[in-house]
């Protein structure tokens, strides 16, 4: 799996395969990539609606791999 962070964006989960995530409050399953919220003001939390863009989200980029 890679994790990227996207500079003045999302946490993006992605994996060779496809992944499941239950969220904890809810029945609602996802399947990846996964899109993360890092603003805070998306409407879809956790996952990123693209607010970020509207209200000027700036932050670093980075990436982390696993093995």
């Given at each position: 799996m890679?994790?990227?962070?996207?500079?003045?964006g999302p946490i993006v989960l992605d994996t060779e395969d496809s992944?499941?995530?239950?969220?904890?409050?809810?029945?609602?399953?996802?399947?990846?990539p996964l899109f993360l919220c890092r603003c805070g003001q998306s409407s879809t939390k956790p996952f990123c609606d693209g607010t970020h863009r509207k209200v000027g989200f700036e932050a670093t980029s980075a990436e982390l791999a696993t093995q």
């Open positions: 890679k994790i990227k962070v996207i500079a003045n992944v499941t995530i239950s969220l904890a409050d809810s029945s609602e399953e996802k399947t990846g």
